[in-house]
């Protein structure tokens, strides 16, 4: 093993044990610092010896490879913590990365259903079959609290308190957070539950397949996709969607930001305020109704 893969080894170990992050965060930095260690390699270029230019051709380099200003970004990000780590367990007194300026990065609004469209996609499973009933309540289990997809299928008996209304959840970084759901989301999951089959693997889920296990995130996304259809929504359509739009009627509803935050499992209240910006159109049409010179 050569110094620069062992340096590796041991920021990983030090980011999962000091900095709690995701696994899917924890895989991304170390495939960054990895192409910065063969790109060193590749320009015989220690790691103690590398100045700034050197980065910045590391990073023109992954440009005209076509990555994008947000991928770029991350980049930095992780060779900052990196070169903090090396300079923190003394196995550099160099930092390249001091003087770093992050690429702009434009700001992608999520896309949202309007109130009317989360009504028509809710409506629109009315079946009664456990399949039908399972979508229901997942669905509307998902508007009522904005949990990641991962999150709602991974929800097992043990996470739910169907009769206070409230869910367990270990977000992100293993953060434990409480989100509370309504009386509609309670009543579709009772009523799933009683025609629920019984699950043929170990693990307690809640929500599982046609045959009887854990049911899959492709597999929502399937059936989202086609319930959206059916209801005769053309937006593009993930689970996300959902998400992004509990979290912007709840703010437009006049729900404290903070309190959104917290729903969300967001560690920075930055995060959450993209979705202040998305009602720009009615603030539009508002001016141009009531503005005398709109």
């Not at 910045?56 to 770029?72: C, G, N, Q, V, Y």
């Not at 990196?82 to 930092?95: G, P, V």
């Not at 009504?119 to 997942?138: P, Q, T, W, Y």
């Amino acid at each position: 093993m050569t110094d620069c893969e062992k340096a590796l080894n041991d920021f990983i170990s030090y980011i999962i044990v000091e900095k709690g992050l995701s696994k899917n965060t924890i895989l991304a930095y170390k495939a960054d610092v990895l192409k910065f260690i063969n790109f060193a390699e590749k320009k015989l270029i220690s790691l103690e010896n590398f100045e700034h230019n050197d980065i910045t051709d590391f990073l023109w380099e992954l440009k005209t490879k076509a990555l994008k200003p947000r991928s770029i970004f991350r980049v930095i990000e992780s060779l900052r913590q990196f070169y903090k780590f090396l300079n923190l367990e003394d196995l550099s007194e160099n930092n390249p990365t001091l003087y770093l300026a992050a690429p702009r990065i434009p700001e992608n609004l999520p896309n949202i259903l309007t109130f009317d469209e989360v009504n028509l996609l809710l409506d629109s499973v009315n079946g009664n079959d456990e399949m039908h009933i399972r979508n229901k309540a997942m669905l509307e289990l998902l508007y009522a609290t904005g949990l990641r997809v991962s999150e709602l299928i991974n929800l097992k008996f043990s996470d739910i308190n169907l009769e206070d209304c409230f869910l367990r959840i270990i977000g992100k970084g293993s953060k434990e957070r409480l989100v509370p759901f309504g009386n509609k989301a309670k009543f579709f999951i009772g009523i799933y539950l009683k025609k629920r089959k019984p699950c043929l693997s170990v693990d307690d889920h809640i929500f599982i397949s046609r045959l009887g296990k854990k049911l899959s995130r492709i597999e929502f996304w399937r059936q989202l996709k086609n319930i959206a259809k059916n209801a005769g929504i053309n937006k593009n359509i993930t689970p996300h969607t959902l998400r992004h739009s509990f979290s912007s009627h709840l703010l437009k509803g006049g729900a404290d930001i903070r309190f959104v935050q917290e729903m969300l499992g967001h560690a920075s209240i930055t995060t959450t305020q993209i979705y202040t910006h998305l009602d720009n159109d009615r603030i539009v049409q508002q001016h141009r109704k009531f503005h005398p010179r709109g």
